[in-house]
């Protein structure tokens, strides 16, 4: 498969810019007990609406591996559905092929400006580069996701896409885009300055051509998108513009209404702590006649983009994904980084899943290793997905193929050969103890190590004394 | 009942302290305990790079001399998830090893949760005059649900008094070859678990895993920090701490 746009490669020296950056860690220590906090607090509160959240997770879990184990089937049913209501739908293999899609369908209709509800698809697509390059003005309007672009970055999260960004750096941008002088702000101004954007992109909503949305997920027995959001600009972008078109994953179809009701007792809970989201959608083919808003025109591009390849495989799990982001805001390693460091679309825990499934194992060698398996992103997962096992199930295959590093396979080789002769191990452990107590230097610690530079270049190592717990003990049997 | 301490190999050769206060606990619990004189390490380290066929090596040793005994008790929340969770994974499908390895999962447990919920142990010998914070390890939390029996326990040390942390069930941020291959990351999330350790201002820090504390303490020092002490939950139960 190819890297696409992936810069996983180098997470490394991304990882070392990122702990460095003061503005972003100042983000990110800010926005960490607010995202943890919000979702304890709502799942704490789950008993009182009668609901235990081990017992949603099974239900939730199943929902989704119903719809996954006849994959086919519900797409077929959704796609019928969808048709028999008006609306086309076109399937695209990659991100090249939703390009191709929506500049086709724009061009098709002369659209000159789209206006976009938030979708990740597009990031994998790279759909706005496209869009502009095919003379089409694309302008996000969630919140974040235009301050991002107006930066000209990616989103850092997947919910909450400009988390990295400071107040201040919102602040430059919005005076430099909106031509106005540049004003010192407090957090009480972010009032203010959301409807300074509200008011540039409501001028966008009433002249956008088109209208892209993602969809959360995809009800097969309606044909329906539902869309979860908390802005209100999903439903501008999804009901002002006559052509709405919808970009989603093939994963994303669940059998039923109700299906998808018992998914909303925990998407929301699990991504900002809200019992529901202040605007759920339900989107269901074109305007009829006695209707008087909507889309006369609706198109649903339904994406592979990689994810067929999971259908049946030992990372199908992985497909459950609902997108609430709980992995990423309960990730020691992505509040260490944000979500920039990791390359490619997708941050956090899901991230290290999907990036080297989607572009390439070989492409993202990083991502499985950068954990440190402690299995906080698999507790919170609304769908159980055994994130930390299927990150170890990478990590094998990057060992079969012979992807890891010559002085780790030749390292653990000689210390497992060492660990199956006993006697040899506890000779050369007795020397090892004595050579750490030498560097130690009767200080109890060493402060520079050869052999764990990454250690010590941050911290001490203990070393408690010049004889190993078997020698000693050896010892004390004797007397 | 004979039981097997299975040392760890970071124990034996960076905090011997670590096995000689688990040896007086289960001492104290009347029962028969055994070093396995063979034992060296139970193969994480192959098994997280990736390494199964490794793993399964290191873990064939292991189980053949361990399973001899009614318990094996490991200090370490890690190790014993090793042996309890990833043994009988490597061999799901071997029918000579898969049930040597599920019977040997079925009898290690590990040692705050063996005093605590098989042996019963009532009076702990330690005694400590301070307050302590206990850091949850990951492996041993969320692998184990090892989460009260260590506090049941230290609640027993005559003279000592819990000051709980905020986010003690955070990861320290250690991971193995994580620390020393993902430096930068590691040292940002152990500096936050030194930040929660300094605002909960107790005279120690305790855990029940090695790799852990070495990290808390290594990171600790390296901050200035020269007082507060990092301890095993085995060394304070026991009362192995030098004044």
């Known amino acids: 498969m190819k890297a696409g746009h992936s810069q996983a490669m180098f997470f490394q020296s991304r990882a070392a810019e990122k702990v460095r950056n003061p503005v972003l860690q100042k983000a990110l220590q800010k926005a960490k007990p607010l995202f943890s906090g919000k979702r304890a607090k709502s799942m704490a509160a789950l008993p009182d609406d009668g609901l235990e959240f081990e017992q949603l997770r099974d239900a939730c879990a199943g929902i989704r591996d119903r719809a996954l184990t006849d994959l086919d089937v519900w797409l077929e049913i959704f796609e019928d559905n969808a048709r028999a209501r008006g609306a086309e739908v076109l399937w695209a293999r990659d991100g090249d092929e939703i390009c191709k899609l929506v500049i086709d369908v724009a061009q098709r209709h002369g659209v000159r400006k789209v206006t976009k509800s938030k979708s990740m698809l597009s990031e994998e697509a790279q759909l706005n580069e496209a869009l502009a390059a095919a003379g089409i003005e694309p302008v996000e309007t969630d919140l974040g996701e235009y301050i991002i672009q107006l930066a000209g970055e990616a989103p850092s999260h997947i919910i909450a896409p400009a988390v990295h960004k400071s107040l201040e750096e919102v602040e430059a941008l919005f005076a430099k885009t909106h031509g106005r002088p540049q004003e010192e702000r407090t957090s009480a101004d972010i009032p203010a300055l959301t409807r300074e954007a509200r008011g540039v992109l409501r001028q966008h909503f009433l002249s956008a051509d088109m209208g892209i949305s993602g969809a959360n997920f995809l009800i097969a027995e309606s044909g329906t998108a539902a869309l979860v959001t908390n802005e209100g600009n999903g439903r501008m972008v999804t009901t002002l513009p006559k052509l709405h078109v919808v970009i989603t994953g093939i994963e994303k179809v669940v059998p039923t209404l109700e299906d998808f009701a018992t998914l909303m007792r925990l998407l929301p809970r699990s991504a900002t702590g809200q019992t529901i989201s202040n605007y759920v959608s339900l989107l269901t083919g074109t305007r009829s006649e006695e209707e008087v808003e909507g889309p006369t025109k609706t198109v649903f591009i339904l994406v592979d983009n990689g994810r067929a390849s999971l259908v049946g495989s030992a990372y199908q799990e992985m497909l459950r994904c609902i997108r609430c982001g709980a992995c990423m805001n309960h990730c020691p390693v992505y509040f260490s980084l944000g979500g920039h460091a990791y390359g490619w679309v997708y941050p956090g825990p899901m991230g290290s899943v999907l990036t080297p499934l989607y572009t390439g194992i070989e492409n993202a060698l990083d991502l499985p290793h950068a954990s440190t398996g402690c299995r906080q992103c698999s507790s919170v997962c609304p769908v159980r997905i055994p994130l930390p096992d299927l990150m170890h199930g990478l990590r094998e295959i990057q060992h079969e193929r012979g992807l890891r590093p010559w002085g780790e396979r030749l390292g653990l080789r000689a210390w497992a050969w060492l660990a199956t002769r006993p006697a040899l191990y506890r000779a050369l452990t007795r020397l090892a103890a004595r050579y750490l107590n030498w560097l130690a230097d009767g200080s109890g610690r060493i402060r520079i190590f050869g052999f764990a530079p990454g250690w010590t270049a941050a911290r001490d190592l203990p070393v408690a004394g010049n004889r190993t717990f078997f020698e000693q003990y050896a010892a004390r049997k004797r007397d | ?243």
């Open chain 2, 1 to 243: 009942m004979r039981i097997a301490l299975y040392v760890t190999c970071l124990v034996d050769l960076m905090r011997p302290s670590v096995a000689f206060a688990a040896l007086r606990l289960l001492e104290a619990t009347g029962n028969d305990v055994v070093v396995p004189p063979a034992q060296t390490c139970c193969g994480q380290p192959a098994w997280s790079s990736g390494n199964r066929p490794l793993a399964a090596t290191l873990a064939q040793k292991a189980i053949a001399e361990l399973e001899g005994y009614d318990a094996v008790v490991v200090p370490s929340g890690s190790c014993a998830e090793q042996i309890v969770k990833v043994y009988p994974q490597l061999f799901t499908d071997d029918p000579v090893w898969g049930p040597r390895a599920r019977a040997l999962a079925g009898r290690t447990h590990e040692l705050t949760a063996f005093l605590a919920e098989v042996a019963g142990l009532e009076a702990v010998p330690g005694e400590f005059a301070g307050s302590v914070t206990y850091h949850d390890s990951c492996k041993g939390l969320r692998g184990l649900g090892i989460k009260a029996q260590p506090r049941a326990l230290l609640a027993r040390v005559k003279g000592l008094s819990l000051q709980e942390m905020g986010e003690c069930e955070e990861c320290c941020g250690f991971g193995g070859a994580f620390a020393e291959n993902y430096a930068d990351i590691s040292a940002r999330i152990v500096d936050r678990k030194c930040d929660s350790i300094a605002a909960a201002g107790a005279d120690a820090v305790v855990g029940g895993d090695l790799g852990c504390l070495l990290n808390i303490e290594g990171r600790l020092r390296r901050r200035g920090d020269e007082k507060t002490r990092v301890l095993h939950v085995a060394e304070v139960l026991a009362g192995e701490v030098k004044a």
